[in-house]
């Protein structure tokens, strides 16, 4: 998402950047350099002192937190006893470090596992563009991950044709049928693919019929009346999925259910061949779009979708009252 570790009390054994980099943690025991045996995370010198140390964090995108996990994995004899997350709303040019910042406590003081995910539920209901990780001792931290929903500034939607499936505008994958090889979620994220393993792909399917088909549902933040949807399958050359279509709801979530009684009966898009290794723009006229729901056929890759549209009257409402409700 393009979160940044902007600032830390101190990384003499491991850098600061490991907390939020994408890949799973990793150690391979008696490996050593200048610095002393080689770590994939964060670690401190010991004897942190009193206030012990911290780590912050600027989000990919401004939004809602729901939990957060520190992740010690690989780290025993030298992980942190505990810790506190604070978070606060600053311009991303602003001094995070600066003594002013008002921070807010989100997470009181937790007792941390040892080589374990410590997962930790947040309350606060409020939009949040920074995180403090605050350790009461010195020691490691392997990844911290921020879990939530995007809040989007609704004034950036203003007079535009916005990516309204786009995870930094609020978009989300709500469900899919198969993610064997990868996460569905990688069809939403920001920029364009790295490699292969940046997108959505399913196992090959051995019930191929007509109508044999994968599935994933993207909802977006607010209504929209769509005008493109492009399929990329970008480095998916022998197993792209050959065919898409895409449907939409008008519909939502109830709290029963969730979206699995939503119908999927408006036509955005009819079954189309795609191209291997490619990025595929389509010009569609669809109004009142919620969600979508993409049935790639029978089964295969796909790097990125994007739904390009504007938000309608009633999107716009629910829009600035999300926003309103976060402040």
Not at 57 to 71: C, E, F, K, Q, Y
């Amino acid at each position: 998402m393009g979160g940044s570790v902007i600032a830390a009390s101190d990384e003499s054994f491991g850098v600061k950047e490991r907390l939020i980099d994408p890949a799973e943690p990793a150690f391979v025991p008696g490996t050593y350099d200048l610095r002393g045996e080689v770590v994939d995370g964060w670690e401190t010198r010991r004897h942190a002192g009193v206030d012990g140390d911290w780590a912050i964090i600027r989000l990919g995108a401004p939004g809602r937190i729901r939990s957060v996990d520190v992740d010690t994995r690989f780290f025993s004899g030298n992980h942190p006893t505990a810790c506190r997350v604070d978070a606060c709303v600053l311009a991303p040019t602003a001094d995070a470090t600066a003594t002013g910042v008002a921070w807010t406590g989100l997470v009181d003081e937790t007792v941390l596992k040892a080589d374990s995910h410590n997962a930790l539920t947040v309350s606060d209901r409020r939009r949040w563009t920074h995180v403090r990780l605050r350790l009461s001792s010195d020691g490691g931290v392997a990844r911290l991950r921020v879990h939530g929903e995007v809040i989007p500034d609704p004034r950036a939607w203003a007079d535009l044709t916005v990516e309204v499936s786009g995870l930094e505008q609020g978009g989300r994958v709500e469900w899919c049928s198969d993610g064997f090889y990868s996460d569905a979620g990688a069809l939403i994220a920001p920029g364009r693919p790295a490699n292969m393993g940046d997108g959505w792909e399913t196992r090959r399917r051995r019930d191929v019929g007509p109508d044999t088909h994968d599935a994933v549902l993207i909802s977006f933040a607010a209504a929209a009346d769509l005008r493109r949807i492009e399929v990329d399958t970008s480095y998916f050359v022998f197993n792209a999925s050959p065919e898409v279509s895409v449907l939409g709801s008008r519909g939502g979530p109830d709290g029963d259910h969730g979206w699995a009684l939503v119908p999927f009966d408006v036509d955005v898009l009819p079954r189309t061949r795609l191209a291997t290794d490619a990025r595929q723009v389509f010009t569609v006229d669809v109004r009142g779009v919620t969600a979508l729901r993409v049935q790639a056929y029978p089964d295969g890759g796909i790097a990125r979708i994007r739904a390009l549209g504007i938000p309608t009257p009633d999107g716009w409402t629910r829009l600035r009252t999300r926003w309103e409700e976060a402040s």
